[in-house]
C-alpha cells in the first residue's frame, strides 16, 4: 500500500477515535488524538482540536491555540475552519496576538485573496 495512503488512513482513523472520545465527554482522548490526526494533516481534525481550545475542554481556554488550529484547518481547505476564521478576525475574538503577528489567513480554498 501507497505509504501516502496509509496515513490518511491512520489520520482518518484517530480522527474517528477522537469524534467518539468527544461524544464520550472524554476531551483528554479526544485531544490527543485530534492532536494526532491534524499533525498527519487531516484538516477536519485541525478544526475539531481549535474548538476543544476555544471552549476549554480540556480546561483552561486557550484562544491562540485555538485560532491556530482554525487557521491550519482553514489553509488545508476546512470551510468550518475558515468560517470560524472569519469570525475570529471580524469579531476580534481568539486571535488578537496571532492576528498582529501577520499569521497568513486563507478563504476557503485555501487562494490568497492577491492571486
Do not use: W
Amino acid at each position: 500500500m501507497n505509504k501516502e495512503i496509509e496515513i490518511q488512513k491512520k489520520a482518518e482513523e484517530l480522527l474517528n477515535i477522537g469524534a467518539q472520545a468527544y461524544r464520550e465527554s472524554d476531551y483528554d482522548k479526544a485531544e490527543k488524538c485530534y492532536r494526532q490526526s491534524a499533525d498527519l494533516g487531516h484538516p477536519q481534525a485541525a478544526c475539531n482540536l481549535g474548538y476543544i481550545y476555544a471552549y476549554g475542554r480540556t480546561g483552561n481556554r486557550d484562544p491562540e491555540n485555538a485560532f491556530y488550529c482554525f487557521n491550519l484547518a482553514s489553509i488545508n481547505g476546512n470551510a468550518n475552519a475558515s468560517y470560524k476564521v472569519g469570525g475570529c478576525l471580524l469579531l476580534g475574538k481568539f486571535c488578537s496576538k496571532a492576528a498582529a503577528a501577520g499569521i497568513p489567513v486563507l478563504p476557503a480554498g485555501g487562494i490568497p485573496a492577491s492571486i
